[in-house]
């Protein structure tokens, strides 16, 4: 009789909870993209004690909640805008909680195109196209469509094989990037005797690449002299597209001179005496 009695009493509080489920807030929004700053959330519910907050991949939003008797209106209005993109509202009242998978947007703004450039140094030697991908985001870091339903626009471009340090600008979206000269095309050498010093002054030069760019400042180039068995190395630089080189007359005249850069050599040139 005592277990008959425990089981009708388990019974009649089972049903006594089950009387007090709080029904679900009647969501009545048409879509559930957002938009931030206007769009309101509507809900049919006739509860009145509710909390509610958003939480995107990356914040979480307190939004303002204005309530009649039936309608609960939910409004978001962050200050700085959100990353947009999926997001959940959940309604709270006391122990029972409602959670709403929603789409926030922001209110169309501007954008910025990014660039980005591979490689960053091109030489007049090698292929004179970058690998272009350009971006556009806004000024909450929400990517943006560069054109019509595209997001990222990758393409080559083809440089002039011109030197120098291209910097980006202020107004333009363009990465800085630098073209350095190819290998010297040739290497002319001639020189000049000074009898009352008793120097003689070797020259290198012009020294440029085959789209008559100026070879690096600081580019090694070596000069080989020769006489009968005897043979001798001076290493130089480069400097604004020409190697120069003075030695005594005695341990020049009578020798073959040949310079070379790279794998690149001059035509031999006999340095002759008086």
Known sequence: MIRVILYLFTGLLAIGCG?????????????????????????????QDWKASISTAVQVIYPELLQTEEKLLVIIHPEKGVIEGSAFLTLESGTYQFVYPITLKNQKGKSQIAD????????????MVQQQILYSYDSFGNLTQVEQDVYFVERNVEMLPKT????????????????????????????SKDSYNQRITIKAGPLVDRFENKIANGTQILFYFQKEKQHKKIEAVVLDAFAVLTLPLDEAEGRTLVAQIAQIYSQPLTLEKQ
């Open 19 to 47: 009387e007090n489920t709080m029904e679900k807030p009647i969501w009545l929004n048409p879509k559930s993209t957002l938009l931030v700053n206007q769009d309101t959330l509507v809900f049919e519910t006739k509860v």
């Open 116 to 127: 980005l450039r591979s490689p960053k140094t091109l030489t007049a030697d090698s292929s």
């Open 164 to 191: 120098g340090t291209f910097k980006s600008e202020a107004a333009s979206p363009r990465s800085s990037f630098y073209v350095d000269a190819g290998t010297v095309k040739e290497i002319p050498i001639s020189y």
